[in-house]
């Protein structure tokens, strides 16, 4: 296979890579893994001291909806600019692209630090959905671009598996670290500049990043499907992830502890199931996603039925375990047959779907749960939704495309 790598030598000019080690392997790996994690810090870490901000800027006009959004601009940021970031790391190049959305992360997400205005703090958080827009783009295409086959598909299971277990670890932190003050935790936006530096060194640029002429369009029609999907699919992986507390809490169940403990159990199961993946991927969309589908749909039924919490817990492990193949699955339709010079787009297009769909998911579920019966009905109705697209897809069998590395 043709070697489409570089590394800059002292001079900063781009030779080709000959040797067969430089080629990228799993160092590599682990930088992009620990590089999408950065999202979820953002979403988990200040879910713990937004109550303790909301009351030390008591006096802010708008502080009730101000405060809430310091979570949610973010990913409506990487929803908006994913795509566009795409269309810069087809131009520009994946690395040097990557790297610097990684220190514009330490620097944005540190702010709050120092600043005294709600506005501008949720100004910063501003950037940093855009640098997480860029960061999750070309993490995800560097790791379509290094690896095939199989090996790719393992590194796209565990691109969901390692994010989910990082987001157990990101609550705890954050919880401890909100106890010294609600400014403390975003000390932790600091590990961005780190992996920066690391992948100064580390990470190679695929050649042809240099020689994008422009002359490959978006393959729109192959590309409609899969986002479409995956735009439902954001929804109902994050159907859960938001939704589970309450669903407990309207049980009965109100000890902090044990809804941690509900939402770990949960999280589990989807690292459960995006390790499954890598075993499941060789049968490809066509098998995986109606299974995926299906277990998702299932899970969210008996979360509807249920009146005591080990059944809601049961759905709520089917449920997980389904939305952990889910996403690694949607995102091999997607890219699969994307030329290199499409890929960066392709991406960042599938990027801003997932995004999209977890962005909308609880603003819909809110508004329909008043209108339907309340939030185990419209989990129930979203359950049947998911039932009715394993049944599309096992009739549709997406096929992947052929690998077009040239």
């Not at 070309?138 to 379509?144: A, E, R």
């Not at 975003?186 to 990470?203: C, E, I, K, N, R």
């Amino acid at each position: 296979m043709e070697n489409v790598f570089t590394s800059s030598s002292p001079t900063g000019a781009a030779t080709a890579l000959a040797i067969e080690h430089r080629r990228p392997g799993p160092y590599q790996a682990a930088l992009l893994l620990a590089a999408s994690c950065m999202s979820v810090l953002g979403a988990v870490l200040l879910a713990p001291v937004l109550p303790a901000m909301g009351a030390a800027f008591a006096e802010t006009p708008g502080v009730g909806l101000m405060v809430p959004s310091v979570l949610t601009v973010p990913g409506l940021m990487m929803a908006l600019l994913s795509p566009l970031v795409g269309v810069v790391a087809d131009r520009l190049g994946r690395k040097k692209l990557l790297i610097g959305a990684m220190f514009f992360y330490a620097f944005a997400g540190t702010a709050p630090l120092w600043l005294d205005s709600l506005q501008l703090i949720l100004l910063s958080r501003v950037g940093v959905g855009v640098s997480e827009a860029a960061i999750m783009t070309c993490c995800t295409t560097l790791l379509t671009d290094y690896y095939v086959g199989r090996e790719r598909e393992k590194y796209l299971g565990m691109q969901v598996l390692v994010a989910t277990l990082a987001a157990t670890v990101f609550f705890l932190v954050g919880g401890a670290l909100g106890s010294q003050g609600w400014r403390t935790p975003f000390w932790l936006y600091t590990v961005g500049a780190v992996l920066g530096v690391l992948m100064v060194f580390g990470l190679l640029e695929p050649a042809k990043a240099r020689q994008f002429q422009g002359k490959l369009p978006v393959p729109w029609r192959q590309l409609a499907a899969p986002t479409l999907v995956t735009l439902f699919g954001g929804m109902v992986f994050y159907a859960l992830i938001v939704e589970l507390p309450f669903v407990l809490t309207e049980l009965g169940v109100q000890d902090p502890g044990t809804l941690g403990m509900a939402a770990a159990i949960a999280s589990l199961a989807t690292a459960a199931g995006a390790f499954s993946f890598r075993f499941l991927a060789r049968f490809g969309p066509a098998k995986v996603l109606p299974v995926s589908f299906g277990l998702a749909g299932a899970g969210l039924l008996v979360v509807w039925s249920a009146s005591t919490m080990p059944a809601v817990m049961t759905g709520a492990v089917i449920t997980s375990m389904g939305t952990g193949m889910l996403l690694p699955a949607l995102l091999t339709w997607a890219v699969s047959g994307l030329r290199f010079e499409q890929r960066g787009r392709g991406t960042g297009i599938w990027t801003g779907a997932v995004q999209l769909g977890q962005f909308a998911c609880p603003i819909l579920l809110g508004i329909f749960a008043a209108s339907v019966g309340g939030l185990p009905t419209v989990l129930g109705i979203l359950g049947i939704f998911s039932a009715l697209a394993a049944i599309v897809v096992a009739v549709a069998r997406p096929k992947t495309h052929q690998e077009a590395e040239a």
